[in-house]
């Protein structure tokens, strides 16, 4: 079974850091790409970053110099991301969301961050 199990939400103040982290387990095929969306109250969930196989990134044009994503080297089926100088407007739910080669999709349950002015 397809397990995806996110960590490191909370509450921060506003130009503080966090860290998201999101393990995959249970799957049968290789990475396509790992990311990171997020839905604010009253929003549409959007993209935050995303790394794809190739080591290609995308970011959101709201976090681009401030959020960075990675994978674990070593553990390949973690990803990253790690949240600077965050400010309220990044406030939301945190989902990470893996997408395979052959075209599945996981999502995981969602982490809450919450910055604080």
């Known amino acids: 079974q397809v397990q995806l199990v996110e960590s490191g939400g909370g509450l921060v103040q506003a130009g503080g850091s966090l860290r998201l982290s999101c393990t995959l387990s249970g799957n049968s095929f290789s990475l396509y790409a790992m990311g990171w969306y997020r839905q604010a109250p009253g929003k549409e969930r959007e993209l935050v970053a995303r790394?794809?196989?190739?080591?290609?990134?995308?970011y959101a044009d709201s976090v681009k110099g401030r959020f960075t994503i990675s994978r674990d080297n070593a553990k390949k089926n973690t990803v990253y991301v790690q949240m600077n100088s965050l400010n309220v407007e990044d406030t939301g739910v945190y989902f990470c969301?893996?997408?395979?080669?052959?075209?599945?999709?996981?999502w995981g349950q969602g982490t809450q961050v919450t910055v604080s002015s």
């Open positions: 790394l794809i196989s190739s080591g290609h990134t995308n």
């Open positions: 969301h893996v997408r395979d080669t052959i075209g599945f999709e996981y």
